[in-house]
């Protein structure tokens, strides 16, 4: 995998009148130190007409402002995972035989999470590009989630790195004498960690789930074992939860032919 380039993680001092600019995925943001406030302003490549003027943001982008105490003029700027479950959807159906275990990578889009330097006071997140939510499960019985498109491929060599996409290691585990037709599935990302390689691509760590068959839960897993080349070190985000114990939980789209998926 090659290099991505200019890396905006990390912390950086704003001025008060030529704004910093980032740009990841489909977002822009401008943000400025005014007055001892942060100010911020963001928008999205599809609101905009023309090309994205780094200098200023455009007449209908509105700025927010944050006064803190003991702010300072630094932000710190983190991926981050979503907010809600994913699901993932493949690009094209996988067949799973029977006492299988395959490993494969989804690569999905970040958030970027924006926060006060000098005592990490979180100002605001926001996806590097918009996504759509769906419901997964039952009308009495499920959670809202988020869609994601992935080709869900074998290996990630050959594909060219984004700044806005993690890549992420999955072990899906098939433990039934019946074949496991993978279409789509419920990604848990919120007990997962991002790491930063030395080509600046970002990564979690494994995710282990284990299908028992259509009747059953899947056990969900977050094994901490880290992709090859990637060591604990190299960790710029932590988990939205820190939590170690494996879930029993409905993962498979599969078993939910007779529900309802909205929003979508």
Not at 19 to 47: H, K, Q, S, T
Request: charged residues 25%; negative net charge.
């Amino acid at each position: 995998m090659s290099e991505v380039k200019n890396s905006i993680w990390g912390t950086h001092p704003l001025g008060d009148k030529e704004p910093y600019f980032v740009d990841v995925g489909a977002l822009n943001l401008w943000m400025l130190y005014r007055n001892e406030e942060i100010w911020i302003a963001y928008c999205y490549d599809e609101e905009v007409e023309g090309k994205v003027d780094p200098s200023a943001p455009p007449e209908k982008t509105d700025w927010q402002r944050w006064a803190h105490k003991s702010g300072g003029n630094e932000v710190q700027i983190l991926p981050a995972f979503a907010d809600l479950p994913l699901i993932v959807q493949s690009e094209y159906s996988l067949k799973v035989s029977p006492y299988t275990t395959i490993q494969i990578y989804s690569r999905v889009p970040l958030w970027i999470s924006i926060s006060i330097a000098k005592n990490e006071y979180s100002l605001i997140e926001l996806p590097a590009t918009k996504l759509s939510k769906t419901w997964f499960g039952t009308p009495i019985e499920g959670e809202l989630c988020y869609h994601v498109t992935t080709k869900a491929r074998r290996d990630l060599s050959k594909t060219t790195p984004e700044d806005y996409l993690l890549s992420c290691p999955i072990t899906i585990s098939n433990r039934s004498a019946e074949e496991l037709t993978f279409e789509s599935f419920c990604f848990r990302v919120e007990r997962l960690g991002i790491y930063k390689d030395t080509n600046g691509v970002l990564w979690a760590d494994e995710t282990e789930i284990t299908y028992h068959g259509e009747e059953q839960h899947s056990d969900i897993i977050m094994t901490g074992k880290l992709p090859k080349g990637i060591t604990k070190d190299m960790q710029i985000s932590k988990p939205r939860k820190q939590i170690h114990k494996s879930l029993a939980t409905r993962t498979f789209q599969r078993l939910f032919e007779d529900t309802d998926i909205l929003g979508r």
